[in-house]
């Protein structure tokens, strides 16, 4: 009789079986998913408010020095930025289409929406490469580093302004502009590096099935943190590009 007392009370007091994708420290999949969102948020608003320190540099020096950076936005490829720009608005499409296929345990489409979020990135990487080389071939960098020869100004430049010489530039501060240019595009930049290395992290896990219909939080996080990405470059490029 005390046998099968004993093993009622065992019964009793087993809990019930956790599911392997939930962490110790939370007691539902509904909480670790809404504490990991909230994570990211946080995380994502104090990358905001670090952006918002730049872009307050860049309308303090445009709003003092606008003829400065008319001049210097010649230097910039619109193609390649609208290039870039199509390119991230294609890469939140399949970034969001990846949260969905990790929803719907889609495992071949998971696969390949995360893949081509990856191409999409290098593609703007790639373009960025181009840019960046074009620009210290010729020597339009920041400070007082910025030592363009007239011979290598934009066309549309000079075709506009005749007169206009690499010295006339530097000595009007022009790279004060390029200062602003890199240090935003390089830190988005950066930022888009560091999704990359998420996205090669997520086609990992997503070969081995580690997500499914009731834990899918790394997918849908990192496709947040892309978005960001992707918004922060739909800001930039009309501030850089497009100021004439």
């Not at 390949?112 to 210290?136: D, Q």
Request: contains cysteine; aromatic residues 16%.
């Amino acid at each position: 009789m005390s046998t099968g007392v004993a093993d009622h009370e065992t019964k009793h007091d087993t809990l019930p079986a956790r599911p392997p994708e939930l962490a110790m420290h939370f007691d539902n999949m509904h909480q670790q998913f809404h504490s990991g969102k909230l994570g990211m948020w946080l995380f994502l608003g104090q990358e905001l408010l670090f952006f918002c320190g730049l872009f307050t540099a860049y309308a303090v020096y445009r709003g003092n020095h606008q003829e400065m950076f008319h001049y210097a936005h010649y230097f910039l490829d619109t193609k390649m930025g609208a290039a870039n720009t199509v390119v991230l608005l294609v890469s939140s499409l399949t970034a969001a289409w990846s949260v969905r296929c990790a929803m719907l345990e889609q495992r071949k489409g998971l696969l390949i929406t995360l893949a081509l979020t990856f191409i999409c990135a290098g593609a703007f990487m790639v373009v960025k490469y181009f840019e960046y080389a074009h620009k210290l071939h010729i020597g339009a960098v920041w400070g007082g580093g910025f030592h363009v020869q007239t011979a290598d100004l934009p066309p549309e430049l000079l075709a506009k302004y005749p007169e206009m010489t690499g010295e006339k530039l530097k000595d009007m501060g022009v790279g004060s502009f390029f200062a602003i240019y890199f240090c935003m595009t390089g830190l988005h930049g950066l930022h888009v590096l560091v999704g990359m290395g998420l996205y090669i992290w997520l086609f990992i896990r997503a070969l081995k099935g580690h997500f499914n219909r009731r834990w899918y939080g790394a997918v849908d996080n990192v496709a947040l943190y892309w978005h960001i990405v992707d918004i922060i470059w739909i800001f930039l490029f009309p501030l850089l590009y497009l100021i004439g």
